[in-house]
């Protein structure tokens, strides 16, 4: 992985590489370099597969981070590509010409995220969340019992516990 490390290194501005075990490092790429080091990477250092395309939202820090996991089946390595997006007017740019697979990860980053990906096929049509309104709920500022107390009415006679007394009842009837 250092090695590889040193040969990217030397063609494109990086930031920090974080090896993980011998095959396995994660690496931060500008925004603006990703598609540059990912084609080489896919045509030059052997990475065909891309296995996922994940984000975390960075709330805190007003970002996303995209995460693209690729493989070079041959050599037995996987890299981590990190880049950081603003959350305000998240914009990505496809890979999907690159890898196809990656359509099918922008759709659902979209849509469960946010983040745009022109270009990318059939990413305006509905996927998972079929009449969606609210903010993306994957969003750390989505709120899940405000929507669902807005949107889901309370069945008749159903009770809530508190988890920790509930299980202490469970597992000591008699009480202690």
């Not at 011998?22 to 030059?44: I, N």
Request: charged fraction near 25%; proline fraction near 7%; include cysteine.
């Amino acid at each position: 992985m250092q090695h590889l490390h040193a040969r990217l290194s030397a063609l494109f501005p990086l930031g920090e590489f974080t090896p993980q075990r011998d095959k396995l490092g994660f690496l931060t790429v500008p925004q603006s370099h990703l598609r540059a080091v990912a084609t080489h990477l896919r045509d030059v250092e052997g990475f065909s597969h891309l296995v996922l395309l994940t984000a975390v939202d960075w709330l805190e820090e007003g970002q996303f981070q995209l995460t693209y996991l690729l493989c070079n089946r041959l050599a037995r390595l996987d890299l981590g590509l990190r880049v950081f997006l603003p959350r305000e007017a998240a914009t990505m740019d496809s890979i999907h010409d690159l890898w196809p697979t990656a359509a099918t990860y922008q759709r659902e980053l979209r849509e469960m995220f946010g983040i745009d990906f022109p270009g990318s096929p059939r990413l305006a049509e509905e996927f998972i969340l079929e009449g969606w309104i609210d903010i993306p709920p994957y969003r750390r500022d989505f709120d899940t019992k405000k929507f669902a107390a807005e949107n889901f009415s309370q069945r008749p006679g159903r009770v809530t516990h508190d988890p920790a007394a509930h299980m202490k009842q469970q597992l000591y009837p008699g009480g202690l």
